[in-house]
């Protein structure tokens, strides 16, 4: 049984800093590209970026140079770095792969605000 579980969150300030984390459970992450998503209040589930299995990234506008993916295949492990965040980043994240096609973890509050 695959589990995704999300941590790292918390309250921080505009302009600040977080590091989450993705751990995967069941010997998973040498299979698939992986991927953040966030989903904000009222709004829908929305991609982040992903990262590949040889590790090549790539990120939607709105975060792009603020937010870095990476990963650790050894420990099935994916990491996302954000910096300068702003307040329009408040949302819970999650991790799956690219496809969405893993059961969805519980995911991490990150609420951006002074």
């Known amino acids: 049984q695959v589990q995704l579980v999300e941590s790292g969150g918390g309250l921080v300030q505009p302009g600040g800093s977080l590091r989450l984390s993705c751990a995967a459970s069941?010997?998973?992450?040498?299979?698939?590209?992986m991927a953040w998503f966030r989903q904000a209040p009222g709004n829908e589930r929305e991609f982040v970026g992903f990262?590949?299995?040889?590790?090549?990234?790539n990120y939607e506008e709105p975060v792009k140079g603020r937010f870095t993916i990476s990963r650790d295949n050894t420990k099935d492990m994916m990491y996302l770095q954000m910096s300068n965040l702003k307040p329009e980043d408040t949302a819970i994240y999650y991790c799956n792969n690219l496809a969405r096609s893993l059961p969805w973890g519980q995911g991490t509050q990150v609420t951006v605000s002074a």
């Open positions: 069941g010997n998973i992450f040498s299979l698939y590209a």
């Open positions: 990262v590949t299995l040889g590790g090549v990234t």
